[in-house]
């Protein structure tokens, strides 16, 4: 099983940033690729970010060029470096990881991280 806790979340003005960390614990194999999602009140959770095993990065078109994310495998923590934040970025932010198997990338176990609360006032 693992473990999932996000850190890093605030309350900051338009313009602002923030980074947010999720740190993964328990039986997290070779191959992962861990994600960023959030969901504002009234509204579907979203996908925002996501770094693979192999270190490539995605992101929604609503955050680039904004956002950044990284990871340190070392440590098995992802990071979300939020840069020029919006209103419209407000929402709780959920970590995701995902245990794949090595090469194909097929996903064989998926774990949630309890979310940590993004606000940005205008």
């Known amino acids: 099983r693992v473990q999932l806790v996000e850190s890093g979340g605030g309350s900051v003005q338009t313009g602002g940033s923030l980074r947010l960390s999720c740190a993964a614990s328990g039986d997290i194999t070779q191959c992962y690729d861990m994600s960023w999602y959030r969901q504002a009140p009234g509204k579907e959770r979203e996908f925002v970010s996501e770094?693979?095993?192999?270190?490539?990065?995605r992101y929604a078109d609503s955050v680039k060029g904004r956002f950044t994310i990284s990871r340190d495998r070392a440590k098995s923590t992802a990071y979300l470096q939020m840069n020029t934040l919006k209103p419209e970025d407000m929402a709780m932010y959920y970590c995701?990881?995902?245990?794949?198997?090595?090469?194909?990338?097929?996903?064989?176990?998926?774990?949630w991280g309890q979310g940590t609360q993004v606000t940005v006032s205008s």
């Open positions: 995701k990881l995902e245990i794949v198997r090595c090469g194909s990338g097929r996903v064989k176990y998926t774990y």
């Open positions: 770094i693979d095993s192999d270190g490539r990065t």
